[in-house]
Protein backbone atom coordinates (compact mmCIF):
# COMPACT_ATOMS: atom_id res chain seq x y z
CA UNK A 1 0.00 0.00 0.00
CA UNK A 2 1.16 3.40 -0.74
CA UNK A 3 2.47 5.77 1.90
CA UNK A 4 1.05 8.99 2.12
CA UNK A 5 2.19 12.18 4.06
CA UNK A 6 0.53 15.58 5.19
CA UNK A 7 1.05 17.93 7.30
CA UNK A 8 0.40 17.18 10.87
CA UNK A 9 -1.68 20.74 11.29
CA UNK A 10 -3.05 23.35 9.62
CA UNK A 11 -4.37 26.36 10.85
CA UNK A 12 -7.18 28.84 8.88
CA UNK A 13 -9.12 31.74 9.77
CA UNK A 14 -13.36 31.14 9.15
CA UNK A 15 -14.06 32.49 5.32
CA UNK A 16 -10.68 31.61 3.68
CA UNK A 17 -10.07 28.78 1.39
CA UNK A 18 -7.36 25.79 2.80
CA UNK A 19 -5.71 23.77 0.92
CA UNK A 20 -4.33 20.56 2.29
CA UNK A 21 -1.37 18.43 0.44
CA UNK A 22 -0.49 15.03 0.88
CA UNK A 23 2.23 12.91 -1.14
CA UNK A 24 2.11 9.65 -2.26
CA UNK A 25 4.97 9.26 -4.15
CA UNK A 26 4.75 5.64 -4.40
CA UNK A 27 1.20 5.77 -5.67
CA UNK A 28 0.17 2.36 -8.29
CA UNK A 29 -1.48 2.33 -11.41
CA UNK A 30 -4.85 0.84 -9.69
CA UNK A 31 -4.57 3.32 -6.74
CA UNK A 32 -7.68 6.01 -6.28
CA UNK A 33 -6.85 9.36 -3.80
CA UNK A 34 -9.39 9.06 -0.99
CA UNK A 35 -10.26 11.91 1.88
CA UNK A 36 -11.82 11.14 4.56
CA UNK A 37 -12.57 13.92 7.60
CA UNK A 38 -13.05 12.89 11.55
CA UNK A 39 -14.66 14.81 14.08
CA UNK A 40 -13.80 14.30 17.84
CA UNK A 41 -15.28 10.95 18.83
CA UNK A 42 -16.74 9.95 15.84
CA UNK A 43 -15.74 7.55 12.72
CA UNK A 44 -14.18 9.10 9.71
CA UNK A 45 -16.62 10.46 7.17
CA UNK A 46 -16.22 10.51 3.26
CA UNK A 47 -15.29 14.19 1.89
CA UNK A 48 -13.93 13.20 -1.93
CA UNK A 49 -12.35 10.59 -3.92
CA UNK A 50 -10.45 11.37 -7.22
CA UNK A 51 -7.85 9.30 -10.14
CA UNK A 52 -6.19 12.03 -11.99
CA UNK A 53 -6.90 15.78 -12.43
CA UNK A 54 -9.82 17.65 -10.37
CA UNK A 55 -13.04 16.03 -8.71
CA UNK A 56 -15.36 18.85 -7.30
CA UNK A 57 -18.28 18.07 -5.46
CA UNK A 58 -20.69 19.99 -2.81
CA UNK A 59 -18.09 19.96 0.08
CA UNK A 60 -14.63 20.41 -1.63
CA UNK A 61 -12.27 19.91 -4.91
CA UNK A 62 -9.33 17.39 -5.45
CA UNK A 63 -6.95 18.37 -7.67
CA UNK A 64 -4.55 15.57 -8.54
CA UNK A 65 -1.26 16.21 -10.91
CA UNK A 66 -0.45 14.42 -14.07
CA UNK A 67 1.91 12.46 -12.12
CA UNK A 68 -0.79 11.51 -9.52
CA UNK A 69 2.22 11.76 -6.62
CA UNK A 70 0.70 14.42 -4.68
CA UNK A 71 -2.81 15.29 -4.63
CA UNK A 72 -4.81 18.68 -2.86
CA UNK A 73 -8.05 18.87 -1.17
CA UNK A 74 -9.28 22.03 -1.26
CA UNK A 75 -11.96 23.25 0.97
CA UNK A 76 -13.25 26.27 0.08
CA UNK A 77 -14.84 29.21 2.68
CA UNK A 78 -14.21 27.23 5.67
CA UNK A 79 -15.90 27.40 9.37
CA UNK A 80 -15.50 26.64 12.41
CA UNK A 81 -17.74 23.27 12.23
CA UNK A 82 -14.78 22.60 9.86
CA UNK A 83 -12.48 22.27 12.40
CA UNK A 84 -11.18 18.39 12.06
CA UNK A 85 -8.60 16.19 11.00
CA UNK A 86 -8.07 15.39 7.40
CA UNK A 87 -6.90 12.08 6.16
CA UNK A 88 -5.89 11.13 2.98
CA UNK A 89 -5.58 7.68 1.76
CA UNK A 90 -4.39 5.67 -1.02
CA UNK A 91 -6.19 2.52 -2.06
CA UNK A 92 -6.45 -0.04 -5.27
CA UNK A 93 -9.93 0.17 -7.09
CA UNK A 94 -10.23 -3.67 -7.49
CA UNK A 95 -13.81 -4.65 -6.55
CA UNK A 96 -12.45 -7.82 -6.13
CA UNK A 97 -11.19 -9.40 -2.41
CA UNK A 98 -11.38 -6.96 0.71
CA UNK A 99 -9.09 -3.95 0.46
CA UNK A 100 -9.16 -2.68 4.33
CA UNK A 101 -7.89 1.51 4.20
CA UNK A 102 -4.81 2.06 5.77
CA UNK A 103 -4.58 5.95 8.03
CA UNK A 104 -2.16 7.92 7.65
CA UNK A 105 -1.40 10.76 11.04
CA UNK A 106 -3.59 12.97 9.17
CA UNK A 107 -3.77 16.83 9.46
CA UNK A 108 -5.38 18.54 12.46
CA UNK A 109 -7.04 21.63 10.82
CA UNK A 110 -8.03 24.20 13.11
CA UNK A 111 -10.39 27.20 11.82
CA UNK A 112 -10.11 30.09 13.93
CA UNK A 113 -12.93 33.00 14.11
CA UNK B 1 -26.19 7.64 1.66
CA UNK B 2 -25.31 4.83 3.53
CA UNK B 3 -25.89 3.89 7.34
CA UNK B 4 -23.60 2.35 9.78
CA UNK B 5 -24.47 1.99 13.33
CA UNK B 6 -22.92 0.58 16.27
CA UNK B 7 -24.08 0.34 19.84
CA UNK B 8 -22.95 1.00 22.38
CA UNK B 9 -22.09 4.44 21.50
CA UNK B 10 -20.19 4.47 25.08
CA UNK B 11 -19.78 1.66 27.79
CA UNK B 12 -17.80 1.90 31.07
CA UNK B 13 -16.78 -2.14 32.34
CA UNK B 14 -15.07 -3.15 35.36
CA UNK B 15 -11.89 -5.05 34.74
CA UNK B 16 -11.88 -8.34 33.97
CA UNK B 17 -15.36 -8.71 32.24
CA UNK B 18 -16.25 -8.91 28.46
CA UNK B 19 -17.73 -6.25 26.55
CA UNK B 20 -19.59 -6.65 23.19
CA UNK B 21 -19.66 -3.96 20.38
CA UNK B 22 -22.49 -4.19 17.30
CA UNK B 23 -21.68 -2.78 14.18
CA UNK B 24 -24.52 -3.00 11.44
CA UNK B 25 -25.23 -1.85 7.88
CA UNK B 26 -28.47 0.14 8.32
CA UNK B 27 -29.17 0.15 4.22
CA UNK B 28 -27.04 -2.02 2.13
CA UNK B 29 -25.14 -5.67 2.68
CA UNK B 30 -21.81 -5.81 4.32
CA UNK B 31 -20.10 -9.49 3.03
CA UNK B 32 -17.17 -7.33 4.75
CA UNK B 33 -16.47 -5.34 8.02
CA UNK B 34 -13.24 -4.08 9.25
CA UNK B 35 -12.63 -2.87 12.74
CA UNK B 36 -10.49 0.02 14.10
CA UNK B 37 -9.28 1.23 16.91
CA UNK B 38 -8.29 4.64 18.12
CA UNK B 39 -6.45 6.31 20.79
CA UNK B 40 -6.45 9.14 22.08
CA UNK B 41 -4.57 12.01 19.30
CA UNK B 42 -3.92 9.05 17.21
CA UNK B 43 -4.70 7.57 13.92
CA UNK B 44 -7.23 4.70 13.23
CA UNK B 45 -5.06 1.20 13.41
CA UNK B 46 -6.67 -1.69 11.87
CA UNK B 47 -7.66 -4.28 14.33
CA UNK B 48 -9.35 -7.02 12.00
CA UNK B 49 -11.00 -7.84 8.86
CA UNK B 50 -14.48 -9.65 9.31
CA UNK B 51 -15.76 -11.59 6.54
CA UNK B 52 -19.45 -13.20 6.63
CA UNK B 53 -19.48 -16.45 7.23
CA UNK B 54 -16.05 -17.04 7.76
CA UNK B 55 -13.24 -16.60 10.24
CA UNK B 56 -11.66 -13.25 10.59
CA UNK B 57 -9.06 -12.09 9.52
CA UNK B 58 -6.82 -10.23 12.78
CA UNK B 59 -3.90 -7.70 12.30
CA UNK B 60 -0.49 -8.65 13.16
CA UNK B 61 -0.06 -8.11 17.01
CA UNK B 62 -3.72 -8.07 17.67
CA UNK B 63 -4.76 -11.33 20.02
CA UNK B 64 -7.54 -12.94 18.34
CA UNK B 65 -8.99 -14.93 21.57
CA UNK B 66 -9.12 -11.06 22.95
CA UNK B 67 -10.66 -9.31 20.59
CA UNK B 68 -13.28 -12.16 19.30
CA UNK B 69 -15.51 -11.21 16.15
CA UNK B 70 -18.58 -12.62 14.87
CA UNK B 71 -20.15 -11.59 11.29
CA UNK B 72 -22.86 -13.89 11.25
CA UNK B 73 -24.95 -12.01 9.08
CA UNK B 74 -24.74 -9.93 5.87
CA UNK B 75 -25.74 -6.35 8.18
CA UNK B 76 -24.07 -7.45 11.54
CA UNK B 77 -20.46 -7.99 12.98
CA UNK B 78 -19.95 -7.60 16.59
CA UNK B 79 -16.77 -7.37 18.48
CA UNK B 80 -16.45 -8.50 22.03
CA UNK B 81 -13.49 -7.67 24.25
CA UNK B 82 -12.40 -10.51 26.64
CA UNK B 83 -11.50 -9.61 30.07
CA UNK B 84 -10.87 -6.33 29.07
CA UNK B 85 -8.27 -4.23 30.92
CA UNK B 86 -7.95 -0.59 31.42
CA UNK B 87 -5.05 -0.71 28.53
CA UNK B 88 -7.98 -2.04 26.67
CA UNK B 89 -9.96 1.39 26.75
CA UNK B 90 -10.27 3.22 23.40
CA UNK B 91 -12.36 3.94 20.54
CA UNK B 92 -13.53 1.53 18.48
CA UNK B 93 -14.83 1.95 15.29
CA UNK B 94 -15.99 -0.25 12.47
CA UNK B 95 -16.51 0.28 8.60
CA UNK B 96 -18.64 -1.47 6.28
CA UNK B 97 -17.70 -1.97 2.08
CA UNK B 98 -20.76 -2.30 0.21
CA UNK B 99 -21.40 -5.78 -1.31
CA UNK B 100 -23.06 -4.71 -4.21
CA UNK B 101 -19.82 -4.75 -6.40
CA UNK B 102 -19.44 -1.12 -7.56
CA UNK B 103 -15.80 -0.78 -9.10
CA UNK B 104 -15.22 1.83 -7.00
CA UNK B 105 -16.15 0.19 -3.16
CA UNK B 106 -17.22 2.81 -0.70
CA UNK B 107 -16.20 1.86 2.86
CA UNK B 108 -18.80 3.34 5.54
CA UNK B 109 -17.91 4.20 9.04
CA UNK B 110 -19.52 3.77 12.51
CA UNK B 111 -20.03 6.23 14.82
CA UNK B 112 -17.46 4.36 16.91
CA UNK B 113 -17.86 3.13 20.62
CA UNK B 114 -15.74 4.68 23.76
CA UNK B 115 -14.77 2.25 25.79
CA UNK B 116 -13.36 2.16 29.28
CA UNK B 117 -12.06 0.18 31.40
CA UNK B 118 -12.22 0.63 35.38
Known amino acids: LAKTTQPISMDSYEGQEVNITCSHN???????ITWYQQFPSQGPRFIIQGYKTKVTNEVASLFIPADRKSSTLSLPRVSLSDTAVYYC??????????????FGSGTQLTVLP | GAVVSQHPSRVICKSGTSVKIECRSLDFQATTMFWYRQFPKKSLMLMATSNEGSKATYEQGVEKDKFLINHASLTLSTLTVTSAHPEDSSFYIC??????????????FGPGTRLTVT
Open chain 1, 26 to 32: NIATNDY
Open chain 1, 89 to 102: LVRPISSGSARQLT
Open chain 2, 95 to 108: SARDSTGSLHYEQY
